[in-house]
């Protein structure tokens, strides 16, 4: 099949000197070129440590003053600046999957779901570059200025809109919390270049790693944090249930905990589409189950609840005409 190449470019002129963008004014890419993906262009080109996507193996890299978008639908892109930015984060979100999330984005067009674009935009703003040997402005960079390109070349329009799901509470148990604050300097900062890992938070004979994490043992979840305040085990436990958790518990401080528990019906998680399950076969019994864990080791409780989550829809949407 003939590929079609299609370039909007805003600007051809070279990026000149970094520039800061004047007060009040969103920084935005000022040079930004779309090009449509054949079929197949795109599938199986992620590179490892990249910010990826479902949709036909597409993926996106920030860099500093850039971003290149690899062959992603305008939906995959949507999702992404509605779940890196917390600018941009639609009402208790629970979901952390960055590919089509049909909770997340409605309506459109089927082309919006099913047509991949790769784009390469540019900009001079010093904002987007970050400091000099410093992080990338990935929020930024992914999230209103991604969101500000895809208004501009696709003339996309949308609003927000909730609706009412289940969801759990974190409390505390009847029985009493059995968990305590941990002291200070109970854990070591996170560092790479110690050559441990966050998995090994609680590595034997070592102070535990300030980090948090979920992870797979057998057939089994775990779930482990050092340092960590309530909100964030919440948010660990989001990512199991599949339900936001909202922390009721009114508790303040850091903590520490290691949970193991049963891979249920109750604690599915979730995983992109086609990636097969991260549980493999084991003749070890499955442990117990999530809620008996966090009651007998930590005194916690996740009782049922509902709340407003909310999602984004498409009014409008143009495919990008060729200049």
């Known amino acids: 099949m003939r590929r079609i190449a299609l370039a909007l470019v805003l600007r051809m002129a070279g990026m000149p000197a970094m520039a800061q963008t004047p007060a009040g004014q969103k920084p935005q890419f000022e040079i930004a070129s779309v090009k449509p993906c054949a079929p197949g262009d795109g599938t199986g080109r992620g590179v490892p440590g990249q910010r990826g996507a479902a949709g036909g193996g597409g993926s996106v890299i920030p860099s500093p003053g850039r971003l290149f978008v690899n062959c992603m639908s305008v939906s995959s892109m949507i999702n992404i600046y509605l779940t890196v930015s917390d600018a941009e984060r639609l009402i208790n979100d629970s979901s952390r999957l960055i590919g089509d999330d049909q909770r ?27 400091p000099t040997g410093g992080p990338i402005p990935d929020t930024l960079l992914l999230g209103p200025m991604l969101r500000l390109l895809l208004e501009d070349r696709f003339q996309l329009k ?18 009493g919390l059995k968990i305590k604050p941990m002291e200070e300097g109970g ?19 070592e102070k535990p ?23 964030n085990l919440a948010g660990m436990l989001t990512t199991v249930t599949g339900r936001h958790v909202f922390d009721k518990t009114g508790l303040s401080g850091r903590f520490n905990y290691n ?13 992109p589409p086609g990636m097969p399950s991260p549980f493999p076969q084991s ?16 005194g ?9 989550r909310g999602y984004l829809v498409i009014d409008r949407v143009e495919r990008p005409s060729e200049n």
């Open 104 to 130: 997340r984005v409605r309506g459109g067009p089927g082309w919006v779901y099913s047509d991949r674009y790769t784009i390469n935009a540019e900009t001079s703003d010093r904002a987007a570059a970050g």
């Open 158 to 175: 949308t609003h927000r809109d909730t609706e009412e799901v289940t969801m759990y509470s974190l409390t505390i148990a009847k029985g």
């Open 187 to 205: 854990c070591v900062p996170f560092d790479l270049s110690t050559g441990r890992r966050p998995w090994e938070v609680f590595k034997p004979g």
């Open 209 to 231: 790693l300030c980090s948090q994490g979920t992870g797979v043992a057998e057939s089994d979840w775990t779930i482990y944090g050092a340092g960590q305040a309530m909100s």
């Open 259 to 271: 949970l193991r528990f049963a891979h249920d019906d109750t604690t599915p998680g979730e995983f």
């Open 283 to 298: 003749d070890v019994p499955a442990g117990r189950s999530l809620f008996t864990v966090l009651e007998e080791q930590l």
């Open 300 to 308: 916690l409780k996740l009782v049922p609840d509902k709340g407003p």
